[in-house]
Nanobody
C-alpha cells in the first residue's frame, strides 16, 4: 500500500487548508485511516482518524470543531479539512492506514497503523 499526501502549504492564521491522502496498491475492504501531526517540539500525535466505512471519526481535542475528516472510498482518498487554522497547527502532517480493520472502528494509536505516507508540511503564520 502506498499513501500519497498532499495539500499542505503556508496559510495565515484563521485560514483553511484541505489535505488529501490517496491510497493505492490494495484492493478489498477499505482501510481505516488517520492523520497525524509532528513538530520539532512534540512527538507525532493523532489529529484525526476515520473508520473504513466512514461512520466513525475521532479528533484530537485541540482540533475538534475546526477540522473535519472525510473519505471517498470510490477514489481511495481521505481528506482533512482544516478551518480556523492556528499557529500551533503548524507541523508535518502524515496520513496512515490500518489494514484488517473493523469497518466501523477508528484507531488512535500510531502503533495500530500499518502504512504511512511521506508527510505534507502545514505552516500557519500569525
Amino acid at each position: 500500500v502506498q499513501l500519497q499526501a498532499s495539500g499542505g502549504g503556508l496559510v495565515q492564521a484563521g485560514g483553511s487548508l484541505r489535505l488529501s491522502c490517496v491510497a493505492s496498491g490494495r484492493t478489498g475492504s477499505p482501510l481505516a485511516m488517520g492523520w497525524f501531526r509532528q513538530t520539532p517540539e512534540k512527538e507525532r500525535e493523532l489529529v484525526s482518524s476515520i473508520s473504513g466505512d466512514g461512520v466513525m471519526a475521532a479528533y484530537a481535542r485541540s482540533v475538534k470543531g475546526r477540522f473535519t475528516i472525510s473519505r471517498d472510498n470510490a477514489q481511495n482518498t481521505v481528506y482533512l479539512q482544516m478551518n480556523s487554522l492556528r499557529v500551533e497547527d503548524t507541523g508535518v502532517y502524515f496520513c496512515a492506514a490500518k489494514d484488517r480493520a473493523y469497518p466501523g472502528s477508528s484507531y488512535e494509536r500510531q502503533s495500530e497503523y500499518d502504512y504511512w505516507g511521506q508527510g505534507t508540511q502545514v505552516t500557519v503564520s500569525s
